[in-house]
């Protein structure tokens, strides 16, 4: 579990359009902007995915129908995109590299932050290599539980 002072990290909460698949986001630092970054990736173009995450940040992920997750993977197929098969929103991203689980949080799934907080910016990691991205997401994505 990640260091995290009492009283110094906000929840996050998010979900799908339907409710099936939630998470908390134990997001460190109270007042701080949340920097979010729209992926120029095919699928996240096509599919509205703008993401976010902190590096000594939790995420909690729970569904109440497992069975309704769809895992979807493309290009170098190092991340599992989570896709509601009853609502087909994507609310959260992970990768699991050394045998921790990292994720990323699609910012259009939250339910109680206010927009004015997003920063956004826009980067495209295609043709970055697998090794370096692997890299980069065990700098920059939040250690996920599962909770059931
Ligand atoms: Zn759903």
């Known amino acids: 579990m990640a260091a995290e002072a009492p009283g110094q990290a906000r929840q996050i909460h998010g979900s799908c359009h339907c409710g099936n698949i939630r998470f908390v986001f134990h997001w ?6 949340i920097p979010v970054r729209a992926c120029g990736c095919s699928f996240c173009v096509k599919h509205g ?4 995450s902190h590096p000594d940040g939790r995420v909690q992920l729970s569904s109440d ?4 997750v769809q895992r979807y993977r493309f290009g ?3 991340a599992d995109f989570y896709i509601c098969k009853t609502c087909g929103v994507a609310p959260i991203v992970t990768s699991d590299i050394d045998g921790s689980t ?3 949080v699609n910012v259009n799934c ?3 932050v206010d927009r004015s907080e997003l920063v956004e910016s826009t980067t495209d990691f295609d043709g970055e290599a697998t090794e370096d991205r692997l890299a980069r997401r065990q700098r920059n ?4 539980e599962m909770v059931s």
Request: hydrophobic fraction near 35%.
């Open 28 to 33: 460190p630092g109270a007042g701080d902007s």
């Open 49 to 52: 995915g703008v993401w976010t």
């Open 65 to 68: 129908d497992p069975a309704r």
């Open 76 to 78: 170098t197929e190092t």
């Open 102 to 104: 990292y994720s990323v």
């Open 110 to 112: 939250f339910d109680d």
């Open 141 to 144: 994505w939040a250690r996920l």
